[in-house]
């Protein structure tokens, strides 16, 4: 691989020259670094666990996801199931990872959430090293800092969803390309990381990919296609993502690449999905919303370090700009939006502000000084993450009250058969029934002209105005809470 030249003697100190220093002096990892790596994280890890299994799964990805997970570990294999039948919206690995986390500790939310606090946590140390290698110590913990601040980054560390993995693992690809620079097994282990984004969420790992791509050439130019070690590391990527897709291929055939590929991979970016239609704008303004304060020292640091990227043809500084702007401009392109497709673009942009900061500041006291700052900007962060950030984008859906009904004498075991009438079926099925069967009124009526017993999940409202419009049906209300309410069939035993 060829090295990057060195900066010429002579002129002012640069920031290039700067990078470069750095890069020479701080190659190799020494016990302090150890030591900061390990703090760093032992501080996400005490923001991050604590009360993770407290707030009921949210009524849609992660209910979901629990379903999936509650049903491999009942029936073990390649393939997930829902409602009954394959479930092919995103690749398994984040749901073995639940699985075998609800095989130690119990199908709880702590369970189903803690693969994703620990890939949160692993994201903290990767910042450190990121900085570390391009700009020095202080460079590293800022970079931890200014992502660890981000409320979006806190709550969804804190959630059983696949848009934190996804992101940890982006950036262990990035730090392993960075670092194999100069340890060339790094290179080729940064096809690992990538191939198990590709197996955790498809075709959104490929948000990583113009950052990875303008690192490869900013190390080692043009040569890093035509190396062994780039070969090794996309292969290692495809050995990893390719067998189950050709798998669910060959054993499925259209009705896996269907729904996964033509309508989750090539709809989802061409045209809004599910409701999910937003301005071009939507994720310009989302951000100050989703980044917190840091959002204005993400924004300036992506500014300024691009601005020296050009002014200084750096192409180190420009393969850092590109990893935050290349997953943002994808991300806007798509015809889906939703608010936590964002998550891939955060430790780009701390990277970016982090060097921002220690290049901008010569002297060592003003960057402790700094990077304190960012430290206090960081704790709104933090409390809005660990607090109500989730509830603006109404994901909760009623799941706390729906769980509040295990609590009930008729689900205090899981029923074989519940019905739902206007409430969404992924806490139900997780958290009260076996089986969970959505019905309009039309079926509601059948039901209850039937006379079999019955149960069924509605709004306490509704449940009201069914029954007092069939009195002599009767019906009654089995169980509620301070808006849901379950209905039944008073004859007959409710739970068979």
Known sequence: MNKAPAPVSGERKSVDDSVDHCRASFSSLDKLDLALVLALAAVAASILLPGLGRESLANWDEAIYGVLARNLLSRP?????????????????????????????????????????????????????????????????????????????????????????????????????LYGERKRWATVLAGIPFGLAILTKSAAAFLFFPGLLALALALHGFAFFRCREAILAAALALVISLPWHIWAALTYGRSFLGPYFFFHVLRRFAQPLEGHEEGFFY??????????????VHAAGIALIGAMAIRQRNSRLAAVVTLPIGAFLIVNLQGTKIGWYLTPVYPGAALAAALALVNLLGDFRARVMAILLGSLLAVPGIADGRGNFVDAYDIIVFSPEVRSLRNTPVFVKRVPLLYTFDVADPAPRFYLADRVETIDQQRLERLVAERE?????????????????????NLKIIASTEFLAVIGNRSGDLRN
Not at 454 to 467: D, I, N, P, V
């Open 283 to 296: 994720y310009f303004d989302l951000y100050p919303h989703s980044a917190g304060w840091l959002a204005l």
């Open 453 to 473: 017993p019955f149960l069924c999940l509605t709004f306490k409202s509704q449940a009201r105005e069914f029954l007092n419009n069939h009195t002599q049906a």
């Open 77 to 177: 294999g390649l393939t997930l199931y829902y409602a009954g039948q394959p479930w092919f919206e995103k690749p398994p690995f984040l749901i073995w990872l639940m699985a075998a986390s609800s095989s130690l500790f119990g199908l709880t939310e702590f369970a189903l959430r803690l693969p994703s606090a620990l890939f949160g946590i692993s994201a903290i140390a990767l910042q450190y090293l990121a900085g570390r290698q391009l700009a020095g110590r202080l460079a590293g913990v800022a970079a931890a800092i200014f992502l660890l601040g981000v409320p979006q980054f806190v709550a969804y560390s804190r959630l059983a969803m696949m848009d934190v993995p996804l992101m940890t693992l982006g950036m262990m690809s990035f730090v392993l390309l």
